[in-house]
């Protein structure tokens, strides 16, 4: 089955710097690639997705970038912000699956 | 965004004992899931459910059931509650469109099984 790995495990940026996490997966199969945010003791929140009919989405200060050569994509975070700061993980979903695979998350603190 | 909503928010249970956790969801969406979350190994599918009446293994569906009664419920059962499932249980749901769907996540039930 699908496996991604989640590069980093832990992310220390200064407020207004980006912040860059880096995904691969496995599946050639694999065509929707969600991220999602959590912070302390709450579920998961939807922030970004990217289809692979594209290799770049934005969403406001969140850019996604896919490489599906390499079955790569990854999470820039632009202009940190204090509420940035949070666990994010990356996923990813063939077609023929139903459910998401995860990566393990990033810890993501922005200092001042 | 979907509001899925989980209860209980926290258990304590006892090994052998019998756990139902319980997650609504008010969107209207016919897929629903159940993750639970472990360090070192992230989020990992248990059961799914395309709508009403269906039930379907996930990744790692050993030692549960899952019942969905309505569009809007889905439980996870554990009828014989054991310390490996000592976890952290998300519920999510969405609507598969192009067979690519949005997961929308519950705020997550902590289990300690003792």
């Known amino acids: 089955g699908e496996k991604v790995e989640q590069h980093e495990s832990t992310l220390s940026v200064r407020e207004g710097d980006s912040a860059v996490i880096n995904c691969t997966y496995t599946d050639t199969a694999s065509s929707y690639f969600p991220w999602y945010k959590q912070e302390a003791g709450k579920g998961l929140h939807f922030v970004i997705d990217i289809r692979s009919n594209v290799d770049r989405k934005q969403s406001q200060r969140l850019i996604v970038l896919l490489d599906k050569k390499a079955k790569r994509f990854s999470l820039h975070i632009t202009a940190t912000q204090p509420e940035d700061s949070a666990i994010y993980f990356c996923a990813a979903r063939n077609n023929y699956a139903q459910g998401l695979t995860f990566g393990l998350g990033t810890r993501v603190s922005v200092f001042p | 965004e979907a509001a899925v909503t989980q209860s209980p928010r926290n258990k304590v249970a006892v090994t052998g004992g019998k756990v139902t956790l319980s997650c609504n969801q008010t969107?209207?969406?016919?897929?629903m899931y159940w993750y639970r979350q472990d360090t070192g190994h992230g989020l990992r599918l248990i059961h799914y459910s395309y709508g009403a009446g269906s039930t379907e293994k996930g990744d790692i569906p050993d030692g549960y059931k899952a019942s969905r009664p309505s569009q809007e419920n889905f439980s996870l059962i554990l009828e014989l509650a054991t310390p490996s499932q000592t976890s952290v249980y998300f519920c999510?749901?969405?609507?598969?469109?192009?067979?690519?769907?949005?997961?929308?996540f519950g705020p997550g039930t902590r289990l300690l099984v003792l």
């Open positions: 999510a749901s969405g609507d598969a469109l192009g067979g690519e769907d949005t997961q929308y």
């Open positions: 969107n209207n969406h016919n897929n």
